[in-house]
């Protein structure tokens, strides 16, 4: 399928990794992806006006037209702002979480698994709310890690807020809710959102995974987790 790509800033940022990782994957799968020419920022950290997000968000939509109507954007504050500016609903807006099923996977040159490893899957604030932008299957990454054999902690706060979009205004406050996080929760965090990387990697203590890292440890293309 062809798709139009929406980085955001942190994927050309802090979140490289994620950004190359998940082109490489979505490749693999049999995807095919242009990135969006021009395209601006959706202004997730910078405006508090929410029609002013709208309004960056839009621009980003009428861009992708010549390309294609079928949008994946990684990053979730990104892909909610997306979904939010499609007011008419002429566009199928997706985060890669939404293609990164057990069957497709499976259908790529696995070559290890997760046997005798615990994680913590974590979505945070905006993959699983509100339901009108919450990516469809709310139990993807306890799914994927399951399948290859790890086991899961910390279901309680799979969806508390890390305090992410406070890292840079209430440092204090970020590293309050990443310590809760941590301190309810075992094993390696996996995560799919730049902001609840960094925080949870600042303030936790503990080893903080993309889930497109566990992918590439799966076929190979990681050494380690």
Not at 72 to 86: Q, S, T
Not at 204 to 215: A, N
């Amino acid at each position: 399928m062809k798709f139009a790509y929406y980085p955001g800033c942190s994927l050309i940022g802090s979140a490289k990794r994620l950004d190359k990782a998940t082109r490489s994957i979505l490749n693999q799968l049999g995807h095919t992806i242009e990135e969006i020419p021009e395209w601006n920022c959706c202004g997730a950290l910078e405006y508090g006006d929410k029609g002013e997000l709208i309004k960056l968000s839009g621009e980003n939509l009428k861009k992708a037209g010549s390309q294609s109507k079928d949008i994946i954007a990684p990053c979730p504050a990104c892909y909610r702002n997306l979904k939010e500016a499609d007011r008419k609903g002429e566009y199928n807006v997706v985060n890669p979480l939404e293609l990164f099923d057990v069957e497709r996977l499976s259908g790529l040159n696995i070559k290890r698994d997760l046997k005798n490893m615990v994680f913590t899957p974590y979505y945070g604030c905006v993959l699983l709310r509100p339901k009108e932008t919450a990516i469809k299957n709310i139990y993807i990454m306890e799914e994927i890690i399951t399948a290859f054999g790890g086991e899961i902690d910390g279901e309680k706060i799979r969806d508390r807020c890390c305090g992410g979009n406070l890292f840079f205004s209430n440092k204090g406050m970020t590293e309050k809710c990443a310590g809760y996080i941590a301190s309810r929760s075992k094993g390696i965090f996996v995560v799919y959102c730049p902001l609840c990387h960094m925080s949870i990697n600042t303030f936790s203590g503990r080893k903080v995974l993309y889930l497109t890292d566990l992918i590439l440890y799966l076929i190979g293309e990681r050494r380690s987790i």
